[in-house]
């Protein structure tokens, strides 16, 4: 899997590409936490890459989730699509999270 961030403003854009499973999950919660240490509390995920996301994929989301929650921070979720988007409706994720089409929309409301 391939994770990309950049800022804008005060909410870290991670981009996600290929699949989150039990390989890459522990990469990605691991790199979310250090940004939560270093102070950040806004992130959205872009998972218009994503073609895969497992139980651990949605484990590590949820741990990231907890631990912005214990400092007022934030995470939403934009380019769900497909396989990926029914394990998020199926899982219920849809209705702990907050969802939109695009990246653009999902910043507008973090502003």
């Known amino acids: 899997m391939e994770i990309t961030t950049r800022k804008e403003k005060q909410v870290i854009v991670v981009s996600l590409q290929g699949r989150l499973d039990a390989v890459t999950a522990p ?6 936490s250090a940004l939560i240490v270093q102070g950040e509390l806004f992130f959205l995920l872009n998972m218009n890459g994503l073609e895969y996301i497992s139980s651990a994929g949605l484990r590590g989301i949820l741990a990231t989730a907890k631990k912005l929650k214990e400092k007022q921070g934030k995470i939403v979720f934009a380019g769900l699509k497909g396989t990926v988007e029914e394990v998020f409706k199926i899982s219920g994720f849809l209705s702990i999270f907050t969802a939109f089409d695009s990246e653009e929309a999902a910043l507008r409301t973090m502003e």
């Not at 990469?27 to 979310?32: A, C, S």
């Open 27 to 32: 990469e990605l919660e691991r790199r979310l």
